[in-house]
């Protein structure tokens, strides 16, 4: 691509590909899933609170590559183009370079990050949401199949394990993987 | 052939399980934190809510910090193990290598 018709690395760029806290972009039958999911919580009297679903992979392109010129040293030449994405990180002279990608970070929330945003997640396929979840008292919920399941275990969060094995039948898995992390979800448990 | 290539497969998930649970317990947790801080590289934005971002990056401090510490460890640990730092190396992942205190 010609870099006349590229727009110079900055701060602005932070607003161009939001994510989404919206299930309508999360994808196929994984959108279907935690609707069905969310909808019976809500109808038991459980508060859902959405904090992420959708991420575009522009976004994290973005977030990746900023920090790694800001932080990490990285060439601004060498950063590899991306479809739809027409950001020129080069802006003659590494020292402006530099500054643009620090702006950048800033711009996004991530400068404080201690590790590089990775490019790829759950998110960015639209196969994983993050929501807080919290209840007062006992409440009954029907599964999947239409079963009513008491949970009268604590805590009243998403890390209920009853509540996790309602969430399974719909198809929606409680992060399964290595560490913590208590709001997402996803279709693999990943 | 087919069963061939299904035994071979099924040989190398087997010997792959069997390696993991058998690798020393300071090899599986600095997996167990590597493999954590992977997944936390890919979940923090700034367009999250303040409380999650903070847990988040807690998290990374914990988990990526745990994972880099250890690499330097384990590496020199069983520098004379080509199995054991193969195993080792394939597992510190781009995000632990990035992270800085």
Partial sequence: ?190 | MKKICLFLLLLLNFSQAFSAENSPPDVRKFIYNAGACEHLGGEYDGELPKEEKEQIKKDIEKYCGGAKSQFAVLKEKYKNNPTLLKRIKNNYNDTVDSYTK
């Fill in chain 1, 1 to 190: 691509m010609a870099t006349e018709n590229l727009e110079l690395s900055g701060a602005k760029w932070a607003k161009k590909f939001p994510g989404s806290t919206d299930t309508k972009d999360l994808s196929g039958n994984f959108r279907l899933a935690v609707e069905d999911f969310i909808y019976t919580m809500q109808e038991a009297g459980i508060k859902v609170k959405i904090n992420a679903t959708f991420r575009p992979s522009k976004r994290s392109y973005l977030m990746h590559y900023s920090y790694r010129i800001a932080k990490n040293g990285y060439d601004p030449k060498k950063v590899p183009s991306m479809q739809g994405v027409n950001i020129n990180w080069d802006h003659g002279s590494k020292e402006d370079s530099v500054k643009a990608a620090r702006d950048m970070t800033s711009a996004l929330d991530i400068q404080t990050l201690q590790t590089k945003p990775a490019l790829r997640s759950q998110h960015n396929s639209g196969l994983a949401i993050d929501m807080n979840l919290s209840w007062g008292k006992t409440v009954e919920i029907k599964d999947a199949s239409g079963n009513v399941v008491k949970i009268n275990t604590l805590p009243r969060t998403g890390m209920n394990k009853q509540l996790i094995a309602v969430a399974a039948t719909f198809g929606v898995k409680k992060y399964n993987g290595p560490g913590r992390d208590f709001p997402h979800w996803s279709n693999n448990g990943r």
